[in-house]
């Protein structure tokens, strides 16, 4: 972050930030205070004039009449004795109106068939059921493979052995994990399948550093499956995107890739719902 160069007694300040760019076709006033209003709602509280300022790369006289605009307009507000910035009423009533009108499944079914045809296998879109803590497939395209992957929409797959499952369990913090173990316990579905609460944990802190989770023959002899978690505007995961198919096409020196590409369409997905990155 650029900061301001201390001038002398009498003169301002001068900022050595420079202001970015706009992109073609963009409306400069407006693209920088879009980008006002993005910086007060990702500090979750309030910010001071200069601060702004100096992210946005701007004159403190420039940043406050662009506030001031977005004030009349009932997107930003003055709290505190300091003044400081933040989120307006308004800019909740704009935003709950798109929470109103998302749609789940029409957001993530082009990305799922995008994802099939990158992949050459089966994708499908799962849910986290909170009640009992369970993935429940509500999505699926399937590839064109004679010998493919196929579950029913609807369909059940277990925390502890599937890629959506153990994407979502990577989320959770390790005393919620071990809850749920000690609740659900650990069936083996497979000779593949970790059994072990120790082996699990292993596994899902792998599954945090590398980003998706992967499913080698743990729920279904045969099947392997890689997912990647979906997240709402509480940075909350609530759904995942899986690639599963044979071993015989998700060979070893496939899993990175196909890993990669599930981490984006997720991320694509992510920010289309919750408008996160």
Request: proline share 5%; glycine share 8%; with cysteine.
């Amino acid at each position: 972050m650029a900061a301001a160069v201390p001038g002398k007694r009498g003169k301002k300040p001068r900022n050595t930030a420079t202001p970015p760019a706009p992109a073609t076709g963009q409306v400069q006033s407006l693209t920088r205070g879009l980008k006002l209003l993005e910086w007060i709602a990702e500090s979750h509280s309030s910010v001071a004039l200069t601060e702004l300022a100096q992210q946005a790369g701007l004159p403190n006289s420039t940043t406050h009449r662009l506030l001031t605009t977005m004030q009349q307009l009932g997107f930003v507000r003055q709290v505190g004795e300091l003044g400081h910035w933040s989120i307006g009423a308004h800019a909740f009533v704009v935003g709950s109106s798109f929470l109103q009108s998302r749609n789940l499944l029409a957001i993530v079914h082009p990305v799922l068939r995008k994802l099939m045809e990158e992949s050459g296998e089966t994708v499908n879109l799962a849910v986290l059921d909170q009640s009992d803590h369970q993935a429940i497939i509500i999505d699926q395209v399937q590839c064109t493979q004679l010998m493919r992957m196929s579950a029913p929409i609807g369909g059940k797959l277990p925390m502890h052995a599937s890629g959506a499952g153990k994407a979502f369990l990577s989320q959770l913090a390790e005393p919620q994990v071990t809850d749920l173990l000690h609740r659900k316990g650990l069936h083996a579905y497979t000779h593949a399948t970790l059994i072990s609460p120790l082996h699990l944990k292993e596994d899902l802190l792998q599954t945090r550093r590398r980003g998706y989770a992967f499913d080698d023959e743990e729920h279904a002899l045969g099947l392997r499956c890689i997912a990647a978690c979906i997240f709402n505007e509480h940075r909350e995961p609530f759904a995942a995107i899986s690639i599963s198919g044979p071993v015989s096409r998700i060979t070893d020196d496939r899993v990175t890739e196909l890993g990669a590409l599930a981490i984006k369409a997720a991320k694509d997905v992510t920010l289309a719902y919750g408008g996160t990155r």
